[in-house]
């Protein structure tokens, strides 16, 4: 019986989560957009220290140095960019994405535009949704959390990193959409790079912020659709065609 009433719920959430993205699809289907749905992670990791040292890192042009108490330190290794976990591992930026892949299952998309899904947006604080996109030949990390900026008082954070250096993710502009019920809310931006940390971006408020009340007007049944958009700057553009 028990076994009986465990597979039955595991059939209402497939078809929960099928129905979800099939109101999703609908929604973006004029654009022809891929939908992913994503589900919420309870965020395990709070590491300012390491936060601080790889935005200190970064303002000076350099990558951030090696977190372990090492008689020699090779400058070239990054600390791992998962915001959900205090990861002990290290490694150069090129292999951050198979780290992130195989280690955290953080999974990944390509195509210039997709709909990132994010399921149970009444969970409490803190929560986040993570998803990778692989797009003009780059790969980014696009985050949204649950976060009680003020207590008793949760906003949702929404920004895309780009797995790469800060001059790397000046090249690109990034755009996140809502669009529900007649109603559109857009925000447009240059990605910030993984070296400067998915905290200090979220403390600055360069991203996407929403409070609880706009983002139940955008949300349905406990779900918020949010279509990305990656492009190059223009003045890339302008450089690449000089």
């Given at each position: 019986?028990?076994?009986?009433?465990?597979?039955?719920?595991?059939?209402?959430?497939?078809?929960?989560?099928?129905?979800?993205?099939?109101?999703?699809?609908r929604?973006?289907?004029?654009?022809?957009?891929?939908v992913?749905?994503?589900?919420?992670?309870?965020?395990?990791?709070?590491?300012?220290?390491?936060?601080?040292?790889?935005?200190?890192?970064?303002?000076?042009?350099?990558?951030?140095?090696?977190?372990h108490?090492?008689?020699?330190?090779?400058?070239?290794?990054?600390p791992?960019?998962c915001?959900?976990?205090?990861?002990?591992?290290?490694?150069?930026?090129?292999?951050?994405v198979?780290?992130?892949?195989?280690t955290?299952?953080?999974?990944?998309?390509?195509?210039?535009?997709?709909?990132?899904?994010?399921?149970?947006?009444?969970?409490?604080?803190?929560?986040?949704?993570?998803?990778?996109?692989?797009?003009?030949?780059?790969?980014?990390?696009?985050?949204?959390?649950?976060?009680?900026?003020?207590e008793?008082?949760?906003?949702?954070?929404?920004?895309?990193?780009?797995?790469?250096?800060p001059?790397?993710?000046?090249n690109f502009?990034?755009?996140?959409?809502?669009?529900r019920?007649?109603?559109?809310?857009?925000?447009?931006?240059?990605?910030?790079?993984?070296?400067?940390?998915?905290?200090?971006?979220?403390?600055?408020?360069d991203?996407?912020v929403?409070?609880?009340?706009?983002?139940?007007?955008?949300?349905?049944?406990?779900s918020?659709?949010?279509?990305?958009?990656?492009t190059?700057?223009?003045v890339?553009?302008?450089e690449?065609?000089?």
């Open positions: 019986m028990l076994f009986f009433t465990q597979c039955f719920g595991a059939v209402l959430d497939l078809i929960h989560l099928r129905f979800q993205h099939y109101k999703a699809k929604v973006f289907s004029a654009a022809g957009q891929l992913c749905v994503v589900n919420p992670t309870h965020s395990l990791k709070y590491a300012p220290t390491l936060c601080a040292a790889a935005q200190t890192s970064t303002e000076r042009g350099i990558l951030p140095p090696c977190h108490h090492e008689a020699v330190h090779d400058p070239q290794l990054v791992c960019m915001p959900l976990f205090s990861c002990p591992w290290e490694g150069h930026l090129e292999v951050v198979s780290h992130l892949r195989q955290h299952h953080i999974n990944i998309l390509q195509g210039a535009e997709i709909v990132f899904l994010a399921t149970d947006m009444h969970l409490p604080a803190p929560t986040d949704w993570i998803i990778m996109h692989s797009c003009l030949g780059h790969q980014f990390l696009l985050v949204l959390r649950k976060q009680e900026k003020y008793g008082h949760p906003q949702f954070f929404a920004t895309m990193m780009l797995i790469g250096t001059t790397q993710a000046d502009t990034y755009r996140l959409e809502l669009n019920n007649q109603r559109r809310l857009k925000w447009e931006a240059t990605p910030r790079s993984v070296l400067e940390c998915v905290d200090s971006v979220i403390s600055d408020g991203c996407l929403l409070n609880t009340s706009l983002a139940q007007l955008f949300s349905d049944n406990g918020l659709a949010i279509g990305i958009a990656i190059t700057s223009k890339h553009n302008s690449a065609e000089m």
